[in-house]
């Protein structure tokens, strides 16, 4: 029966439902290589993993000498920290070859296939062409050489001039011409093998067929394969996790040094950051990045050490887990214990130069294994960087629910006031986190807000102004609470 009600009495009600905040402050990225024994076909380049095991399933070995990086990793990460990580794995780069190799024909068969046919004769003969189809512009070098029952009996570098398109033709003739093999026909019978190789940068890509004269007079030609299966850069699998949410900290897992600083300026146009180990007593990344930070992972400086603790390579990932545990604002970095990796026993001047040039490490105190330091390349704290990155995320989530969960804000000063009540809430929950400062007095009872907030007056902004409907103007200033690292205490003993 129909609502009899609806004749009388008309409800509509809407489902305002808020914006989902999807940003995380608490997990990390762990990306590396692919398992050196994959246990599963098509692992995703970018997941979410709950437990150690479900890496290992994947094919990933987390202990022993021969663990892969990223399974150690990952091991570390869950023996400081319960919370899921997210893994990226470097990805091969069929797409380079692809742009590199457009076209590779290798049969005789020219009715069916619709490709060249060779001549050695004056007659017609139907023998396969070893042709390649290559972007010139895609690839520094190009080479290709051609065996028969593994005696070189053809060679040449192709051209890696600016065009598209280009072909290379290998067939077999009796003239000495660059395109062609110098055989005579009555040499063919035997196994013939093509190299096809591109290289472009540090990636180098080999097309490998084959055709085989048989002893009938036919031939029979194999389907071409990528020999190699190049990896791309690791700054690329960084690249593709960004658009992937759930981490704010991207941890390297067997990333050679090399790679820190590519790796370092990507991150610092992002609102996240990213971690490493370094193997030396001077850290490799340049003291210009807000958003990156390295762990010496050297077991010792010290000469003639009794038990020297050995070098490790993912000390990041101890050093960082524990701290992102808590709450953006209520956490630093330094003085955190950890486990799963070893103390470093450093010289004292080892240590004021890893603390004057902005790195950190893990030294034992007190019989704990603790982090130290606690800062970014450029000398900010870490987890000034992460509460600045919570901060502006909350206050974003809270004004865009404010626009999407109201019919209008009206450009009034009812409407402005709308807005900075949002400010004020996320400023409030940032001092209740533990990132702003209190209220406070000095001495002198002078007063020192945690923080402010300013906003215009409506009827203070121009027409125009305020016919854009954009509300520029609204300012806030905030303490930071900061953290205490170290206490020096000095006192006197009296009669």
Known sequence: MANSLDDLVKVEIDINSPVV???????????????LSPAVLNIPAVGTYNALA??????????????????????????????????????????????VVTKIITSANAETDGIPIGTVTPDDSTLPWFQVEYNRSACDSADVSITK??????????????????????????????????????????????????????????????????????????????????????????????????????????????????????????????????LSETDPVGEIYFRSFGVCGLGTNKENHQDPPPDEPNKHVAYAAPALKIHAGGETFANKTVSAVYASDYTGTLKVALESGHSNWIQEIGGKIVTRNGQVRAGEWIDTIRFRDWLKNDMQVRIANLFLTNPKIPYTDGGIALVENQMLASLKSGRDYGGIAPDQFDSEENFYPGFTTKVPLAMNLTASQRNSRKLSGCEFTARLSGAIHLAEIHGSLIY
């Open 21 to 35: 905040d999807s940003a995380s402050f608490d997990n990390i990225l762990i990306f590396g290589a692919p398992p």
């Open 149 to 278: 029952d593994e005696t070189i009996v053809f060679g040449a570098s192709l051209p890696t001039t600016e065009k598209i398109g280009a072909y290379l033709q290998v067939s077999f003739g009796t003239t000495g011409s660059g395109d062609k093999m110098n055989l005579d026909p009555d040499d063919y019978p035997g196994t013939y093998t093509a190299e096809f190789i591109f290289v472009k940068g540090e990636v180098t890509t080999v097309i490998k067929t084959s055709a085989v004269y048989n002893s009938d007079g036919t031939w029979t030609t194999s389907e071409a394969e990528y020999v190699t299966t190049p990896l791309e850069p690791f700054v690329d699998t960084l690249a593709r996790a960004l658009d992937y949410d759930g981490w704010w900290l991207a941890c390297e897992a067997g990333v050679p040094e090399t790679e820190f600083e590519e790796c370092a300026q990507l991150i610092e146009t992002q609102e996240k950051a990213f971690a490493y180990t370094f």
């Open 54 to 99: 479900e890496i290992t399933d994947l094919g990933y070995k987390a202990t022993g000498a021969d663990a892969d990086p990223v399974g150690e990793a990952a091991r570390i990460k869950f023996s400081n920290s319960s919370s899921p990580i997210v893994l990226a794995v470097q990805q091969s780069v069929p797409a380079l070859a692809k742009g």
